[in-house]
Structures are given as structure tokens and as C-alpha cells.
């Protein structure tokens, strides 16, 4: 199995910052990787595909870079409404997989 | 718009059953690929199963093959998942999510997903 490995676990940002999350695969996905936001009680939201193309409705203060094994999820600008909990996850093989989750967290 | 809502969870003994369903409205639902993903309380995603839009290719987690039954009624527009053999730690947040297109035997990531049906698992 391909285990997701996500950095930092935590992250204590303000509104206006830039922050970046990573997300490293135990083996080669190649760019096969997503990333979702999930608020509090809500599902989960998609946000990045293929690493790096950013889903329709999405704020373009989002962006997605990296392949192979290393993977960043950008916010540009820190809203109110982006303080949530992120997971990136593969799609490279079976059993698709997860990373822990970042929360991120007002300062 | 994409709707999925999720049924059927609750409070059920250990080695019992359950049968979640999941009805799709706002697209055509026999062209899409279909997947359960599960949320323990407090833990992160843990996908679950998949199954093709013709229901001919399936895929499930190591964690509950043999227990666990994916199927879809393309003329109800619906998903289901019959869970067997129920452990504690089948506990958890049941999500059906729509997948994207790469192909049968292709994983995918998941673009919409329903709210959730909450499965507890105790005696």
C-alpha cells in the first residue's frame, strides 16, 4: 500500500498569511494526487486534482504543485473561510489512500 | 446540482448488519463511477470500496473484504453498501462520494460527496 504522509499535522496561521502544507507518497503516484478541505461536521471538498489543476469553483488562491513523491497544497492569502482541515489523498494504485490530515488553525 | 444522500446508518451489536444506501440526483448517474469512503470519530478519510458505472468492476479496502458489499441500481439512481459482520471498529461516518472517469480499473479521486450516515458499531 501507498501510505500519504502529510507535514505538518497542525498549523497556527493568521488571515492574509501564506502557508503551504506537504504531502509525501511512500513510493512513486507520479501526479495522480488530490487534495480536499473538510470543515467541522461537513464532508470533505475537492479542491486540487491531478496535483496541480484546480477544481471548478475554487479559489485561485489555491494551488497544487509537485510529483513523484512530494506534493504542496498553497493557500496565497489565508481567508477566514479556509481555516479547516486538509487531506491530500493517491490515486496512482489500490488501495487509494489518505494522508492524516493538517489542521489549520487561527493564530 | 450534484446531490448524494446517504441512508440507513445507526446503532447496530457487534457481528451484526446494515445495509447503507445512497440516492444521486443532478447527473446521470449510470456514467459514473461510485465510491464509499468512512471517517472514524475524531480520525481521518479511509476509503472504503468502488464500483464501475456498469457495477462489473469492483474494488474494496483489505479492512472489510469479505464483510462488506458494494452494489448500484442504476434505474433508482442509487449506491449501496451491505456491511456484514460489523466490528467496532467499523464505527464511523459512512460518505458515498462520485469518482472521477479514468477508466475501470483506474482509481480515482472523488469530486462530489454526499453528508454522511453515522454507523456505530456496540454492544
Known amino acids: 500500500d501507498i501510505q500519504m504522509t502529510q507535514s505538518p499535522s497542525t498549523l497556527s496561521a493568521s488571515v492574509g498569511d501564506r502557508v503551504t502544507i506537504t504531502c509525501r507518497a511512500s513510493q512513486s503516484i507520479s501526479s495522480w494526487l488530490a487534495w480536499y478541505q473538510q470543515k467541522p461536521g461537513k464532508a470533505p471538498k475537492l479542491l486540487i486534482y491531478?496535483?496541480?489543476s484546480l477544481e471548478s469553483g475554487v479559489p485561485s488562491r489555491f494551488s497544487g504543485s509537485g510529483s513523484g513523491t512530494e506534493f504542496t497544497l498553497t493557500i496565497s492569502s489565508l481567508q477566514p473561510d479556509d481555516f479547516a482541515t486538509y487531506y491530500c489523498?493517491?490515486?496512482?494504485?489500490?488501495?487509494?489512500?489518505f494522508g492524516q490530515g493538517t489542521r489549520l488553525e487561527i493564530k | 446540482q450534484v446531490q448524494l444522500v446517504e441512508s440507513g446508518g445507526g446503532l447496530v451489536k457487534p457481528g451484526g448488519s446494515l445495509r447503507l444506501s445512497c440516492a444521486a440526483s443532478?447527473?446521470?448517474?449510470?456514467?459514473?463511477?461510485m465510491s464509499w469512503i468512512r471517517q472514524a470519530p475524531g480520525k481521518g478519510l479511509e476509503w472504503v470500496s468502488y464500483?464501475?458505472?456498469?457495477?462489473?468492476?469492483?474494488y474494496y479496502a483489505d479492512s472489510v473484504k469479505g464483510r462488506f458489499t458494494i452494489s448500484r441500481d442504476n434505474a433508482k439512481n442509487s449506491l449501496y453498501l451491505q456491511m456484514n459482520s460489523l466490528r467496532a471498529e467499523d464505527t464511523a461516518v459512512y460518505y458515498c462520494?462520485?469518482?472521477?472517469?479514468?477508466?475501470?480499473?483506474?482509481?480515482?479521486?472523488?469530486?462530489?460527496w454526499g453528508q454522511g450516515t453515522l454507523v456505530t458499531v456496540s454492544s
Open positions: 462520494a462520485r469518482a472521477s472517469n479514468y477508466g475501470d480499473y483506474f482509481p480515482p479521486y472523488f469530486d462530489y
Open positions: 464500483i464501475s458505472s456498469s457495477g462489473s468492476t469492483i
Open positions: 491531478k496535483a496541480s
Open positions: 489523498q493517491q490515486y496512482n494504485s489500490y488501495p487509494i489512500t
Open positions: 443532478g447527473f446521470t448517474f449510470s456514467d459514473y463511477y
